[in-house]
């Protein structure tokens, strides 16, 4: 894009005037913005992309679903997060340059890359965000721990007592010897091993988090410091583990009031199923917003999300319980098409099945 164009092009947009291919022009403009923003990410070792091969392909499409609430209208043509962020800069600077509107462009699609990256994530994957949100809080709460930024990425350190005044890991040469940055990286088999023998489960994240880094303290062949992605993957790592194993060695035998209770529970599932089918039917099949195939698929997925929540998996996600039924949908198609009526019903079934439960208990 020739930069004597996108001033203009701003301005046309945020007063409506715009054509198609305007409009596609200023779109390709951010998401190449976000898929720059996305590829960096990678680069740094940030996983951004799921289980596919075209990771490349991939990126594109979760670039477009970063930017693509940006582009919604109020159904008169106009964009009214565009016309806020904008206009009021417009206005204050009517001679503003080109360059600067890039730099706020850029600046509008990074924030706005990072939301949705950050709600794509929590749906794909509800247990790493609690553990991430858990780690920054912590970090945030605790006098031990500290944190600095390098390279797009965020790590963590034990202080263990020194006096960081301004604290700056580049500038000052007596903090880059305490962290050891000329050592080698941890690696990942040794650090397991290490929080294995220190793991205890009854521990809070906060306890489990200095007990490792005061562990990497303690390893003075290598880096006194550790990325918050190792921290979050080591912690999923250990805990699984340790629930398999106690699961394995737990012997719990139902009794018969087990039984009862178990199966007293599984009923009201299909008491509220029922209730659930009479909404889907009249609000949704009546009127034609699904058709018959659809109402079907939304009603084993949302009988999957009560179990769920019997299981206690109450912070499962919508989107896969959906995708069970339908392999090709897209967070795309699922944000788009699907998300608004979907999680609608499963929190009406949550909330009646958890009435029944209250009425049991």
């Not at 721990?145 to 005044?165: A, P, Q, R, S, T």
């Not at 194993?245 to 737990?250: D, H």
């Amino acid at each position: 894009m020739n930069n004597v164009e996108l001033t203009d092009l701003v301005r046309i947009i945020c007063a409506g005037t715009y054509s198609q291919a305007q409009l596609v022009q200023f779109i390709n403009l951010t998401q190449k913005i976000s898929l720059g923003y996305l590829k960096y990410q990678e680069v740094t070792g940030k996983r951004i992309s799921g289980e596919r091969m075209e990771t490349e392909v991939e990126l594109e499409d979760l670039a477009i679903d970063c930017i693509a609430e940006l582009f919604s209208g109020d159904g008169e043509g106009n964009f009214p997060q565009l016309k806020k962020y904008y206009e009021p800069k417009l206005e204050e600077n009517p001679s503003i340059t080109d360059p600067e509107v890039l730099i706020l462009t850029r600046r509008l699609v990074v924030r706005k890359t990072k939301q949705e990256l950050s709600r794509i994530f929590r749906e794909r994957d509800p247990e790493g965000a609690k553990i991430v949100r858990n780690i920054k809080v912590a970090i945030r709460s605790s006098e031990k721990l500290n944190v600095f930024h390098d390279m797009g990425k965020e790590f963590v350190f034990y202080k263990n007592g020194i006096d960081l005044g301004d604290f700056d890991p580049d500038d000052s040469d007596r903090i880059s010897l305490y962290l050891r940055k000329s050592s080698p990286p941890i690696p990942e088999d040794v650090l397991h091993a290490r929080f294995i023998d220190i793991y205890n489960p009854n521990d809070s994240v906060s306890s489990s988090i200095r007990k490792l880094l005061k562990a990497v303290y303690n390893l003075e062949d290598y880096q006194n410091y550790l990325s918050v992605d190792i921290v979050v993957k080591l912690l999923r790592r250990v805990k699984f583990d340790a629930f398999r194993e106690r699961l394995q060695s737990e012997e719990h035998v139902l009794t018969p009031v087990d039984h009862i209770e178990s199966k007293e529970i599984e009923s009201y599932v299909g008491v509220v199923m029922d209730s659930i089918w009479t909404k889907i039917e009249s609000q949704y099949l009546l009127t034609g917003k699904l058709s018959t195939d659809k109402a079907q698929i939304y009603n084993n997925a949302l009988r999957d999300v009560l179990f769920d929540l019997i299981q206690k998996k109450d912070n499962s996600s919508y989107f896969r319980n959906l995708k069970y039924y339908l392999p090709e949908l897209t967070q795309r198609e699922y944000r788009q098409e699907e998300r608004s009526v979907f999680e609608y019903l499963a929190k009406v079934a949550k909330k009646e099945f958890r009435k029944h439960l209250k009425e049991l208990f």
